[in-house]
């Protein structure tokens, strides 16, 4: 019976260590965060100058004139500001929540072709904390 609950009781602290993942460190929350602005979340194709040979990285996330335009009348804005090093006027946390709900700090939502991004909050943090590292253009 002893030896039963033992058991038990050492299955339940294995699965409540199972339960809580270890926080991520900050550097696998930037690695992770580089993957999804990246790989997935196409950020450089707007935000990052183009060249023939695709977004000229030298120069992520520091903004861009759009290299397309709608064929229908809608509303649009034909360049894509810098976002390196996060926009000048959002915290990191005011980034996290845009990446969350799609508005700005002040409530407004980009035009297209942003895409209204609804990322999960691990999601939003990592991107954040990937962006916040980018070098923002020298002045
Ligand atoms: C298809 C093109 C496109 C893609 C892809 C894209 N953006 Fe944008 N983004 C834009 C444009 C254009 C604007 C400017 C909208 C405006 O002026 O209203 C913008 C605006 C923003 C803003 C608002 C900046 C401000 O000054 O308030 C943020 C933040 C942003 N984008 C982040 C991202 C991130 C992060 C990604 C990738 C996960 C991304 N964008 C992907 C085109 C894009």
């Known amino acids: 019976m002893l030896k039963l609950l033992f058991g038990a009781a050492a299955l339940a602290v294995l699965g409540a260590c199972a339960q809580q993942p270890a926080e991520p460190t900050r550097e696998e929350l930037v690695a992770r965060g580089e993957y999804l602005v990246n790989n997935i979340g196409g950020?450089?194709?707007?935000?990052?100058?183009?060249t023939p040979q695709g977004p000229d990285m030298a120069k992520a996330l520091q903004g861009s004139t759009l290299i397309f335009a709608p064929l229908v009348d809608i509303p649009?804005?034909?360049?894509?500001?810098?976002?390196?090093?996060?926009?000048?006027?959002?915290?990191?946390?005011?980034?996290?929540?845009?990446?969350?709900?799609?508005?700005?700090?002040?409530?407004?939502?980009?035009?297209?072709?942003?895409p209204p991004f609804r990322l999960n909050e691990d999601d939003a943090r990592a991107m954040a904390a990937y962006i916040s590292t980018v070098p923002r253009a020298a002045e």
């Open 76 to 114: 649009w804005a034909p360049t894509a500001p810098s976002i390196a090093g996060l926009p000048a006027n959002y915290t990191e946390e005011q980034f996290v929540a845009f990446m969350q709900t799609g508005l700005r700090p002040d409530g407004s939502r980009p035009l297209p072709p942003m």
């Open 43 to 50: 950020c450089n194709d707007c935000h990052t100058p183009m």
